[in-house]
């Protein structure tokens, strides 16, 4: 079976999209963003040696908004525009040679190249193609998925990898003092180093009609923590209080959605930010995140440490694997 990539279908028209990527008069962009106003979530300098101070950020950031940037956080520039060199070198091939890393149909996995083919509630799609790699731990990793070209993709990406962990522990820290854990408690409790980083290219063509369509539809991410990189096409957006902003993009800056599992782990103190992505007319937008996810196997539930009988818990404890196909069978909010 042929399957449409959105970047074929782009090619298509310059002026018209099919009708499934038409979004319902609710969700269309045009029609729910505020304009004029780009929201400056919270920017965090991870350098800071002032421990407290960072906690407090990262708590009120995470609380509130359940979404920040953070800059100074020690990944190298270069690192970075290496990353989205290699990226982007990829989705340029010929389609042929992309589609050998196509993700099985039927496959357990969702690793691979592909285009979200299952349809939303509303029976619409998404103006985006996506390839997904595990690029940690090393028992993870499938190289089957990881394309030979660029011939660098791979040495890029097993260095941005290693870097990542840096931002990753620094970040679970502050989550855990800021609930009054011990620092590696928060670590712990979503699987220590037997975290897998799974690292997602979205590929947003430019679309004609980018007032009509959504890249990625309105999801809270499934996971503990995304830490995201995207090119300097606007696109993403997060909501408050029911409506829909532009957040802001700051060149070199990696922005972090709390995830549900983190908002299970702190018993609701901290928030999963609910987003979603548009499109642009002329540019293509490319996005890097990486979902630091708990072992699939792995019980997730409220810190037992949290729970009193004033603040009883307020999630059900669930094995990751079920918490995943529980979400996406019930709801189109979905983090692929
Ligand atoms: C996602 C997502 C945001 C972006 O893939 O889960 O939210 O900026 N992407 O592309
Ligand atoms: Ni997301």
């Known amino acids: ?20 990527f038409i979004r319902s008069s609710n969700e269309q962009p045009a029609l729910t963003t505020v304009c004029g106003t ?40 270069e690192t970075i525009r290496k990353l989205k060199e290699v990226g982007q070198a990829f989705f340029e091939l010929p389609q042929e040679e992309k589609e050998a890393y196509a993700m099985p149909p039927g496959s357990q996995t969702i690793e691979g190249y592909g285009t979200k083919l299952q349809k939303e509630i509303q029976g619409k799609r998404g103006w985006v193609d996506h390839l997904f790699n595990k690029i940690w731990p090393p028992s993870e ?30 970040l679970f820290r502050c989550l855990s003092l800021g609930l009054g854990l011990e620092g590696d408690e928060m670590k712990a409790a979503l699987g220590g180093d037997d975290m897998v980083y799974l690292l997602k290219i979205n590929y947003y063509p430019p679309c004609p009609r980018p007032d009509l369509a959504l890249g990625v539809p309105a ?74 996810e708990p072992p699939s196997d792995l019980k997730i539930g409220p810190h037992p440490k ?13 094995i990751f694997s079920e918490y995943c196909a529980s979400k996406l069978n019930k709801t189109p909010l979905k983090h692929n």
């Open 141 to 170: 990793i499938n190289y089957r998925f990881w394309p030979k070209n660029p011939p660098s993709y791979r040495e890029t990406n097993e260095e941005y990898a290693k870097h990542m962990h840096g931002v990753a522990d620094k």
């Open 219 to 292: 999801h809270t991410d499934l996971s503990t923590l995304t830490i995201l990189v995207p090119n300097d096409v606007q696109g993403l957006q997060a909501s408050r209080d029911d409506h829909w902003y532009d957040v802001e993009y700051i060149p070199n800056a990696l922005v972090v959605h709390i995830g549900d599992q983190i908002e299970i782990v702190s018993n609701g103190k901290y928030k999963s930010v609910l987003h979603r992505t548009t499109v642009n007319k002329e540019r293509t937008r490319i996005s890097w995140p990486v979902f630091l």
């Open 1 to 20: 079976m042929e399957v449409e990539r959105v970047q074929d279908i782009a090619n298509l028209s310059k002026e018209t999209i099919p009708e499934e």
């Open 306 to 318: 949290l729970i009193t009988e004033a603040n009883p818990a307020k999630f059900e404890s669930k």
């Open 38 to 77: 780009v929201l400056e979530v919270p920017v965090i300098d991870l350098s800071d040696p002032d421990e407290e101070y960072l906690v407090k950020a990262i708590v009120e950031a995470s609380s509130n908004w359940g979404m920040f940037q953070v800059v100074n956080h020690g990944i190298p520039d």
